[in-house]
T-cell receptor, first 109, second 114 residues
């Protein structure tokens, strides 16, 4: 079956760096997405990776290794507003999205 | 920015009631989706539509139906609500045909079935 694994919860300190991992096993691969979801709000798009390597967008970066079925989201200079759930999703060979359960990130002062 | 509006943020219904969840988008997006979100589980696709009057079953269509009479509106219908349909329902849209497009989500409708 198809599966996306990511940690359920992580805690980090304001100003620090945190890495949220996502591993996947899917039928084919057409890209990997990261979304951010604040409590009670809609998920919003953060990044998309389809080729191996690192994509950087300000304080956020996303890495992909297709051979390892692995991605991570790196958040630098953490701010309190980064407290949210981070959702990893992989698009399979049929262009259907397979979603992880999300990682709740708690930022402490 | 694309706005996706879900008509009800919170609903409480009784078992057996018919429930309508409405979703309206204000851009000319072809594709619309209904997901449910439950704690500890990834988003699960209920139904989707790539065009007016077109609908396709997702991963968990049982107990649900949809309607897309106009391009901007995609409705989710629970014909006879049950307690196991208590959940957060998210509507989303993308531009263009099937492919690796970014989803824009509505704020969600939290349904409680008693």
């Amino acid at each position: 079956g198809q599966n996306i694994d990511q940690p359920t919860e992580m805690t980090a300190t304001e100003g620090a760096i945190v890495q949220i991992n996502c591993t996947y096993q899917t039928s084919g691969f057409n890209g990997l997405f990261w979304y951010q979801q604040h409590a009670g709000e809609a998920p919003t798009f953060l990044s998309y990776n389809v080729l191996d390597g690192l994509e950087e967008k300000g304080r956020f970066s996303s890495f992909l290794s297709r051979s390892k079925g692995y991605s991570y989201l790196l958040l630098k200079e953490l701010q309190m507003k980064d407290s949210a759930s981070y959702l990893c999703a992989v698009m399979d060979s049929n262009y259907q999205l397979i979603w992880g359960a999300g990682t709740k990130l708690i930022i402490k002062p | 920015d694309v706005k996706v509006t879900q008509s009800s943020r919170y609903l409480v219904k009784r078992t057996g009631e018919k429930v309508f969840l409405e979703c309206v988008q204000d851009m000319d997006h072809e594709n619309m989706f209904w997901y449910r979100q439950d704690p500890g589980l990834g988003l699960r696709l209920i139904y989707f539509s790539y065009d007016v009057k077109m609908k396709e079953k997702g991963d968990i269509p049982e107990g649900y139906s949809v309607s897309r009479e106009k391009k901007e509106r995609f409705s989710l219908i629970l014909e006879s609500a049950s307690t196991n349909q208590t959940s957060m329902y998210l509507c989303a849209t993308t531009q263009g045909g099937p492919g690796a497009n970014v989803l824009t989500f509505g704020a969600g409708s939290r349904l409680t079935v008693l």
